[in-house]
């Protein structure tokens, strides 16, 4: 719907500019009119006014739409990554650490909803998590650094970057 409306708008305002630029052009060359010089540069002016002004609405529309859709993706995102982080903290706590299982995660419907929403970026840390915890188990230190690059991958879909002070500072948390 979004994208129909853009485009509706985008050629809204081409029809609006080629409208102006006609006129102008037959006020200009009809010189029975009587048009003075003075006048022909006004009709000239108000022209290219219109046609910026034409362009710098579209262009306004259009830039606040996408602030607007990146505004619910990022709620979207946020909740998601966080019903992700809360489920797997559960399977770790639930899990003993001397055990070395395969473990099947209940991670269908965030699997779905992440491919839905998430960035490449994250859909293949959570792939990565999965296989470590699988071969690994969830508390050995392949996890570990599968979780915070999940982690990491998880803030820069969301617009945060993440520096090596952060980086470092995550790699300790994930140590408790």
């Not at 003075?36 to 910026?52: K, L, N, S, Y």
């Not at 505004?71 to 903290?89: I, N």
């Not at 003993?96 to 909803?113: C, M, S, T």
Request: aromatic fraction near 8%.
């Amino acid at each position: 719907m979004r994208s129909f409306i853009q485009m509706l708008l985008a050629l809204l305002t081409l029809t609006v500019m080629i409208w102006v630029v006609w006129q102008g052009y037959l006020l200009l060359r009809q010189e029975q009119l009587g048009l003075e010089p003075g006048t022909r540069a006004m009709v000239i002016i108000f022209a290219a006014v219109g046609i910026i002004c034409a362009f710098i609405l579209s262009n306004a529309i259009s830039t606040h739409g996408d602030k607007i859709l990146k505004g619910k993706q990022f709620t979207c995102r946020a909740d998601l990554y966080e019903k992700c982080l809360d489920a797997w903290q559960s399977v770790v706590d639930e899990l003993a650490a001397e055990q070395r299982e395969k473990v099947n995660l209940d991670f269908r419907e965030l699997e779905v909803q992440l491919g839905l929403i998430a960035s490449a970026k994250v859909i293949k840390a959570f792939r990565e998590l999965q296989l470590a915890a699988a071969t690994d188990g969830v508390h050995g230190m392949a996890s570990a650094v599968a979780r915070q690059n999940l982690l990491l991958a998880m803030r820069e879909d969301m617009g945060i970057t993440a520096d090596y002070f952060v980086k470092k500072e995550i790699q300790h948390l994930s140590k408790y």
